[in-house]
């Protein structure tokens, strides 16, 4: 799959997992053509995925070219005027527009044209029904009418569908700044606090549906709830441990940071999945970072969650200060802390002001309340009455550490001794799953094989090539142009996953492997033989000119899948020197 538009996450191989996400989107995509899809919320904390996810949708939209015209848009974190807002807009929605009727990624990437300009482009790609578009768009901006502009750029995705009977998808991300970036002068001291409400009407048409997002999200719900039955909700959730571990090896291939089957395990368990939680400990400025044994993660984590400098405690800094600057101070962290320490259930605004003794009416609560709910420092429970903590084991830590001198009878070293009581509690748990039939071990030995083949089999061929049987006599190692686990992209109709996929050069071979780490049964014919269906796939899939497929089992073969890699030209190795541990350059 191509990179159209470009995505945040910077190397595209980083984007892992999400599978149950992507398959829902794009499955309510589809629909989108039959005017089926009502408007949706995503919506989840800072750095947990979200703009990767709708930016990684965009891209398989405009590579399947299946008659629904993606369009992304992410709206400032800074003041602005409405009337270069809705330029910005508007532009954007047209340049995106263009680039895919003509199939042309270049236009995504213009910045700062002119109308002159875009015209010459509609005229240039046969778009000749945008150009009085741009011309009334124009002379509007002139007259300064702004909320004549925002009604008329805000409904011209789904009104250029509506005359020419097409379909858009809108992807609005950071929706929740609409209501408090936006302002009607130009010098940004009136704000317009309901601009987002104008989308009640335009969200309802099914041929240009909404998809939006937020990372506030309780200014999000709250914006959504003032566009009651518009949106139809659902959260991000973290991604499963088989997924976490898979984002754990990337960042070690592509970061060059050694790590072991243990500590990554570890990883996966004390971040709970959470994206953010991973890529933050991976890329850690701590000095004397070590991921690669349990001593180390542990002072990486108490550096990102306790430090200054960490990043984890920057963030939810962030949501912490926004809360305290919108409520007053008197009473708040007591509260925050209360929840934190009862985080296992929900507790009522009757029991919250009589465990805290609070002196204040239960208006004056609830006000406090949801403040605290809208800075996501706090959450909603299944009722309006109901709360509870942040559901995570890091949120808490970093709101003692910074309030440590606040709070009475506080030992900081209570924090490091709750991680080493969380570590003992995961260690235990990896050391009940990993026998030797674990899928973990299974995801490792693909790992070690793919760093190898990343870093150091091109640098010592004669060596790697001894720890392989049956490869052709031209074969060589090469610098590989990426090498990771495959699995098809969701716009393919056949699902499959391969192991290892090391892609060369056309004039070089491209290896394709599976992996078996398993002590007892022998790799067997029928798993040859389906191996090679696979392979046959992604070859096509992928357009792959020259390759070799191969098979790592730490167990060995049965003679008939060696006479059967014989015949087909395979490779094979039982080699333990290409899962032990390496340093990774």
Known sequence: MK??????????????????????????????????????????????????????????????????????????????????????????????????????????????????HLIDIAKKESQLHLIDWIKNFEAQVKEVSIFLTWDTVRDIPRSIAEIKDERVLQMIDEFQYLNRKIYRDRECKNRISDFAQAYMSTAEYKNAPLLISGSWIGMLMDDVIKIPGRFRIFFLENIPEDEALEMIFKYSVEEAIPITEETAQLIASLSEGNPFYISEIMRSSFPYKDLANKEGVLKTLEFETLNKRGSIRGTWMEYIYYAFSTVNEVHAKNIVLHLCKNKDRELTRAEIRRDLKLEMSDAELEKKLKALVESDIIEQGMTNFDY?????????????????????????????????????????????????????????????????????????????????????????????????????????????????????????????????????????????????????????LEKVEKSVLFVFCKCGFVEEALTYFEAQGMAWTDEIKWITEITNK
């Open 388 to 540: 509870r903590g942040v559901q995570d084991n890091i949120f808490d830590k970093v709101f003692r550490g910074i309030y440590q001198k606040e709070i009475q009878g506080f030992d900081p070293k209570e924090i490091t001794n709750e991680y080493k009581a969380l570590f003992e509690k995961y260690l235990e748990k990896y050391r009940r799953l990993s026998g030797e039939f674990s899928h973990y071990k299974g995801m490792f030995a693909e790992f070690m094989i793919i760093k190898r083949l990343m870093y150091q089999a091109y640098k010592q061929n004669e060596v790697y090539l001894s720890m392989m049987h049956n490869l052709p006599q031209d074969f060589r190692f090469t610098e590989f142009k990426s090498v990771w686990s495959y699995k098809s992209a969701p716009i393919h109709q056949r699902d499959i996953q391969i192991d290892v996929f090391a892609q060369a050069k056309p004039d070089e071979y491209s290896l394709i492997g599976e992996v078996k780490n398993r002590q007892e049964d022998k790799f067997s014919l029928d798993e040859a033989v389906r191996f090679k269906e696979k392979a046959e796939i992604l070859i096509e």
């Open 3 to 116: 990179i159209y538009l470009e995505e945040k996450i910077g190397n595209p191989d980083l984007f892992t997992g999400r599978k149950k996400e992507l398959k829902e989107l794009l499955n309510w995509t589809k629909k989108i053509k039959q005017k089926l899809s009502p408007s949706r919320a995503l919506l989840s904390r800072r750095k947990t995925g979200k703009t990767a996810l709708l930016q990684r949708l965009y891209n398989i939209v405009f590579d399947m070219n299946d008659g629904v015209i993606p369009f992304y848009y992410e709206v400032k974190e800074n003041d602005q005027w409405c009337m270069d807002f809705c330029q910005d807009f508007f532009m954007k929605f047209m340049l995106q527009y263009i680039a895919f009727k003509s199939q042309n990624p270049e236009y995504i990437r213009l910045k700062q044209i002119t109308y002159e």
